[in-house]
């Protein structure tokens, strides 16, 4: 193993300047595990909550209403398990609806359950939304959309100080995603706060000889010079 943290030294500082991001790289390469590392640091250090949601399971999602609720879902369903103090009586039920009798799930079920856990957590709050480009179409405007409004309204209303979208796309691929499909993102597009696109870069030389150094100190294996070059 290697420090995760150490193939994406940007995250720290973004976190602490409060900007949203996304982070990409092919499957299998660490991101997963470099973000839960970040949530147990930050989580550690008291100042700040993190919380690490992988959307994975809506997939196949095309309605936008059903998808904001999934998204909610799992939102609550992380906070009380990675964050239990914060939950000390109750199941997170208490988190109201905030629109009143004109609630529309596809349009604020996210922008809601991020706001209120961030007046519950009362401190700088982070989210990890892993595999966020599993999502496609009007399901991907809706959040999109739902985070832009959060953002633009943050001094206002309680939301998190610092989002990332983590997965295999960057920017401009969550853009080409929408396009085929006629949907705008109109005037005022979320990817307007996105301030940065991280790439998760591949192991360096030496990094490739600590691993194969650690398992040769493990299990007494020898590994050529040579070979660890190849």
């Known amino acids: 193993m290697l420090p995760a943290l150490d193939r994406l030294p940007q995250l720290r500082r973004l976190v602490e300047d409060r900007e949203y991001f996304v982070?990409?790289?092919?499957?299998?390469?660490?991101?997963?595990?470099?973000?839960?590392?970040l949530v147990r640091e930050i989580n550690a250090g008291g100042d700040a909550v993190a919380l690490?949601?992988?959307?994975?399971?809506?997939?196949?999602a095309t309605d936008p209403a059903a998808a904001m609720e999934g998204i909610r879902s799992l939102l609550l369903y992380n906070a009380r398990n990675t964050l239990p103090s914060f939950f000390p009586e109750e199941d997170g039920s208490s988190l109201v609806r905030e629109d009143g009798p004109t609630y529309d799930p596809g349009t604020v079920a996210v922008r809601e359950t991020l706001a209120s856990l961030s007046r519950r957590f009362g401190k700088?709050?982070?989210?990890?939304?892993?595999?966020?480009?599993?999502?496609?179409g009007r399901v991907l405007v809706s959040f999109l959309r739902q985070l832009r409004d959060g953002y633009v309204s943050r001094r206002e209303v309680p939301f998190p100080a610092s989002i990332a979208l983590v997965g295999m796309l960057d920017v401009r691929d969550y853009k080409a995603q929408i396009r085929p499909d006629g949907e705008s993102l109109g005037r005022i597009s979320p990817f307007n706060i996105?301030?940065?696109?991280?790439?998760?870069?591949?192991?360096?030389?030496?990094?490739v000889a600590?691993?194969?150094?650690?398992?040769t100190e493990a299990t007494g294996q020898v590994f050529e010079p040579d070979a660890v070059a190849a």
Do not use: M, W
Not at 124 to 136: R, S
């Open 23 to 37: 982070v990409h790289a092919p499957r299998q390469t660490g991101k997963t595990t470099a973000l839960q590392a």
């Open 194 to 207: 996105i301030t940065e696109d991280l790439l998760l870069r591949n192991f360096t030389p030496e990094e």
């Open 210 to 215: 600590s691993l194969y150094a650690q398992h």
């Open 124 to 136: 700088p709050f982070v989210v990890f939304f892993d595999e966020a480009d599993c999502l496609f």
């Open 52 to 60: 690490y949601c992988t959307l994975e399971t809506l997939q196949d």
